[in-house]
């Protein structure tokens, strides 16, 4: 059983800073990437920024603002949000592909989602 526990959701004025954790735990034999996603109402849940263990990428819209980053030691990423703004409320979601054991092949989890709400 794998599981995903987000943390650091909350409200902010604009312009202000937010840090998401993700802590991914139980029987994991591997992670290849791990990342956020962010849904707004009434939207599509999209890809904000993901670590691929050689690379990472963000979405336009948060590039310059948001860096991720991965403690592979303690299967954990974090998300630190500056100059946050109205558009980037959302509840946010983490996500790892992972493996269980060696014999698996990889797939998706998901954390439950942190609401991150920004004031203007």
């Known amino acids: 059983q794998v599981q995903l526990v987000e943390s650091g959701g909350g409200l902010v004025q604009t312009g202000g800073s937010l840090r998401l954790s993700c802590a991914a735990s139980g029987s994991i034999y591997s992670i290849n990437a791990m990342g956020w996603y962010r849904q707004a109402p009434g939207k599509q849940r999209e890809l904000v920024a993901a670590?691929?263990?050689?690379?990472?990428v963000y979405a336009v819209s948060v590039k310059g603002r948001f860096t991720i980053s991965r403690d592979n030691t303690k299967n954990t990423v974090s998300l630190q949000m500056n100059s946050l703004k109205p558009e980037d409320t959302g509840v946010y979601y983490c996500?790892?592909?992972?493996?269980?054991?060696?014999?698996?092949?990889?797939?998706?989890?998901w954390g439950q989602g942190t609401q991150v709400t920004v004031s203007s």
């Open positions: 996500n790892a592909d992972l493996k269980v054991t060696a014999w698996h092949f990889r797939r998706e989890y």
């Open positions: 670590d691929t263990g050689g690379s990472t």
